[in-house]
């Protein structure tokens, strides 16, 4: 069948050679025109859902214009989107997929998100991508690691929560650039940032419910940091927040919180200004809160330290001149 043919196929009203328009519901070209990307490219109009390896309706497709949603335990294989090359979100979750290969996007989405897949080991497979404006992955069971995101430079938010065997946060060592937010939650086997490029830029930074034992690998500029939620991990020290200077905007809140093995707020002793809150609150071994560069929080809370000396937590209170109507002091040694 010649090109015209294939385009008659399609159900097309016009094609030009190196670009051809097929909506939603279009049947697909033959394997050879999908095959041969230099000569032709498919674009397909619309978003798409794909419930079994054979993607029957989208397998030709080389670039799909807006969402693709892979779900359901029918789906183990990606090898059905070989010629797929750019799409502008896409979302995996509930599949039998042990990891992506098949995939090959040459152009980011604009999200990724990928959940509840009981048996993804990793990402290796994606292709490419350089920026995101979501990485959401989380509740894959089986997920050890997050390989597959090498490229990655550059997000807005990040979200990493949930997932029970994931050991290490290898795979995003180029990542350089958070522009909000970053989640790192529930994630019960990774004990440290080993594999985390060095960050110069997050605007909230959240560690809750992980055992991190160190927040060294981060390397943070004190410009643009809205937010800092340290939560029932198992750090000593802040070791690695050295670069922040100031809090402010957005949410503007400083919230230290049941730390079991934190003895000290070092790490934090460049930050000079919290605009909004700031919390110390329920860390059992805390026994120094010394901030020297601090001079200006409206409201700050330092509770239920039980190894904090009561009167190194008012030092530190009236060193920040902090208003003392809506500052609490109590629960400390």
Known sequence: MGLLGKVGHLGLVAAVFGSVACAPTDDVADESVGQNSDALVIVCGGSYAMTDNAAASISRCTTITGGLTISGSAVSSLRSLRNL????????????????????????????????????????????????????VRNNAALEQLSGLETLTRVQDMYIMDNSAQTSLLGLSGLTYIE??????????????????????????????????????????????????????????LTGLEGITSISGGPAELVIRKNNNLTNLRGLHNVSNVSTSFYIMENPALTQCAMPALTSVPRLCITSNRSLPTQLANDLVTQANANQSVNCVSGNL
């Open 180 to 237: 909000s937010q970053f989640v790192l939650q529930r994630c019960p086997g990774v004990t440290s940032l080993s594999g985390l490029g060095p960050i110069a830029h997050v605007a909230k930074l959240n560690f809750i419910d992980t055992p991190l034992v160190s927040l060294s690998g981060l390397q943070l500029i004190g410009a643009g940091v809205e937010e800092v939620w340290i939560e029932n991990t198992n750090v000593t020290t």
């Open 85 to 136: 090359r750019s799409v502008s979100s896409l979302t995996i979750s509930g599949t039998a997929l042990t990891n992506l290969q098949g995939l090959n996007i040459l152009s980011s989405p604009g999200s990724l998100s990928v959940r509840d897949n009981p048996s993804l080991v990793n990402l290796t497979g994606l292709g490419p991508v350089t920026s995101l404006n979501t990485l959401d």
